[in-house]
C-alpha cells in the first residue's frame, strides 16, 4: 500500500464508553485553542450503538459520584460538554438545583452521556471491533513509525486496516464469574441484568437468588423484591451482611486528581496503604440508603410473618447446575459449615469485574512492553505504556493501571484529568517531533511523570 493513501492518524481510540469519549472531547478542545494544529482522532466501538452499563440503569438508582465528575468539569470548569451545560441544553437547569442533590439518577447521568457523545458521530464507528494492532511496515524515509490496526466491521464482517501514532485502550472491564459457572438464559451476570430480565415472564420467577456483597447486589435484590412481588428473593452474600460505603470528605479525597501522583510517585507502603485502608470507598461496599432500606424491609417481613427477602449470610457458591428451567444451587455457609442447595428460576452474579487487560489485543506488540517484577504491564504517569527503545507509538491504557495508578484507574471519578493528561502527552509528543509546533495545555493537574 501506499503509505500516502493510508487512513493515518495521530490517535486511535479503542472503545468508546465515558473514558474515550472524555479524550474526544480533551482533544477537541485543544484543537479550538491550537486550530492550525489540530490532533486527527477516530474511535472505534463494537457495540452497535453508545452505552453504558445499560443494564444496570434501574429505576431511580443514582450515581455514586458527584456530577461534578463529569466527562471534562474537572479539566476544564467552562467547557461546553460539563453536565451543568447538559441540564441548561435539556431546560433542567432549574428543577434540578431545585433537587438539591449532587448525585444524579443513573438514568440522567446516561442521557448526559449520549448528548455529548452526539457531537462526535463523525469520529466514532460503530459495530467496529479492533482485533489486532502491530507495528505498520513500509513507512517511508524521515516519517513517522505507526500502528497498524485491523478493525472488523460487524455488519459486513469486513476488514480495513488503518494506521496511528497512538492508541487509546479503554475495552472496558471484563464481567466475572465464579470458576466453573456459565451464563445462559436464567444464570446472569449484572453486566447483563435487565436485558435479560427483559427476555423472562415475570411470572415464572417464583424464586430468584443475587450473589455478591457490592452495590450492583443490592440494587439488583432490592428491584427483584420490588418486581416480583409474588417472589422468593435470597441473597446470597460472602460476608456476614454488606458493608458500608465510605463516602465521607476524608476518604473521598482517594479519588483526587492529585491522590493519582501521590499513589503513583510513592512506596509499595504507601500503595498497599491506599488498598488497605480506602478499599472500603468503592469496592464489595453499599450505599448506606440501601442497606438500610433493605434491612427495614426484612424486618417489617419479619413483623408480619410473611418473609419474601432472605439473607444467606457469610454463605458461597459452590456449584451451579441447571434442571430443566430450573437452577439448582449448591451453597457452602461458613457459619453451620454444612452443604445446602437452593433451587430459584433465576440466578444473579453481581460478583464484579476483572481489570482491562490489553495483552490479549497487543498480540506481538506486547514484547515491546515492559512489565514490573510481578509480570504487570509498566506505565509512565501520562499513562502510557512504557516500551523498549524499538517502538516509538504510544500505547496509552484507560483502565487497567490500578497497579500503577491506584483506585481511580477505571473510575468515572478521575476520568476528565486522565483524558486530559493523556491528550497533554500526545500533544506534547507530537510537538518534540515537530519542534516549532506550538503547545497549549488543556488544563490538566499534578506531574506528568
Not at 457452602?332 to 459449615?337: A, K, P, Q, T
Request: proline share 4%; aromatic share 10%.
Amino acid at each position: 500500500m501506499d503509505p500516502s493513501a493510508r487512513e493515518t492518524y495521530d490517535v486511535v481510540g479503542i472503545g468508546f464508553g465515558p473514558s474515550n469519549l472524555s479524550l474526544a472531547i480533551a482533544l477537541e478542545e485543544h484543537e479550538a485553542n491550537v486550530p492550525a494544529r489540530p490532533i486527527s482522532a477516530a474511535f472505534f466501538e463494537r457495540q452497535p450503538s453508545f452505552g453504558w452499563h445499560r443494564n444496570m440503569l434501574l429505576p431511580a438508582a443514582t450515581m455514586q459520584i458527584s456530577f461534578l465528575k463529569d466527562l471534562a468539569t474537572f479539566r476544564n470548569p467552562v467547557s461546553r460538554y460539563s453536565f451543568i451545560a447538559y441540564l441548561h441544553a435539556a431546560d433542567r437547569l432549574v428543577q434540578f438545583v431545585n433537587n438539591q442533590t449532587f448525585f444524579p439518577t443513573r438514568q440522567e447521568f446516561h442521557q448526559y452521556l449520549e448528548w455529548a457523545e452526539s457531537s462526535f458521530s463523525d469520529r466514532v464507528s460503530y459495530n467496529s471491533e479492533v482485533t489486532a494492532i502491530r507495528r505498520a511496515t513500509g513507512t517511508g524515509p524521515g516519517e513517522p513509525e505507526c500502528l497498524q490496526i485491523e478493525v472488523r466491521d460487524g455488519i459486513g464482517g469486513g476488514c480495513r486496516l488503518v494506521h496511528a501514532r497512538n492508541v487509546a485502550i479503554s475495552t472496558g472491564l471484563v464481567p466475572r464469574m465464579p470458576a466453573g459457572v456459565e451464563r445462559d438464559d436464567r444464570v446472569w451476570h449484572s453486566s447483563e441484568f435487565l436485558e435479560k430480565y427483559g427476555q423472562v415472564d415475570p411470572n415464572a420467577l417464583k424464586s430468584v437468588a443475587v450473589v455478591g456483597a457490592g452495590q450492583s447486589a443490592a440494587e439488583i435484590t432490592r428491584f427483584l423484591h420490588d418486581a416480583l412481588p409474588h417472589a422468593r428473593v435470597f441473597a446470597v452474600v460472602p460476608s456476614y451482611g454488606y458493608s458500608v460505603a465510605d463516602d465521607t470528605p476524608f476518604a473521598n479525597r482517594v479519588f483526587d486528581p492529585s491522590a493519582v501522583d501521590d499513589y503513583y510517585f510513592g512506596t509499595e507502603q504507601t500503595r498497599e496503604a491506599f488498598w488497605r485502608y480506602h478499599r472500603n470507598t468503592n469496592y464489595s461496599v453499599v450505599d448506606d440508603e440501601i442497606i438500610r432500606d433493605l434491612h427495614q424491609r426484612a424486618y417489617d417481613e419479619d413483623v408480619r410473618n410473611d418473609r419474601r427477602l432472605h439473607f444467606l449470610n457469610l454463605t458461597r457458591v459452590d456449584d451451579v447446575q441447571r434442571i430443566g428451567t430450573e437452577i439448582r444451587v449448591g451453597l457452602r455457609s461458613l457459619i453451620d459449615v454444612e452443604a445446602q442447595t437452593l433451587d430459584v428460576d433465576a440466578l444473579v452474579f453481581a460478583t464484579g469485574y476483572g481489570a482491562m487487560q490489553p495483552t490479549g489485543l497487543l498480540g506481538d506488540l506486547d514484547r515491546y512492553c515492559l512489565r514490573d517484577a510481578a509480570g504487570r504491564h509498566r506505565a509512565e504517569r501520562d499513562y502510557r505504556l512504557v516500551t523498549t527503545p524499538e517502538l516509538s507509538c504510544g500505547i496509552y491504557l484507560q483502565g487497567g493501571t490500578e497497579h500503577t495508578h491506584g483506585l481511580t484507574s477505571s473510575l468515572l471519578s478521575n476520568v476528565a484529568v486522565r483524558s486530559g493528561e493523556i491528550a497533554d502527552s500526545i500533544v506534547r509528543r507530537r510537538a518534540e517531533e515537530h519542534e516549532h509546533e506550538p503547545v497549549a495545555s488543556l488544563g490538566t493537574a499534578g506531574r506528568t511523570g
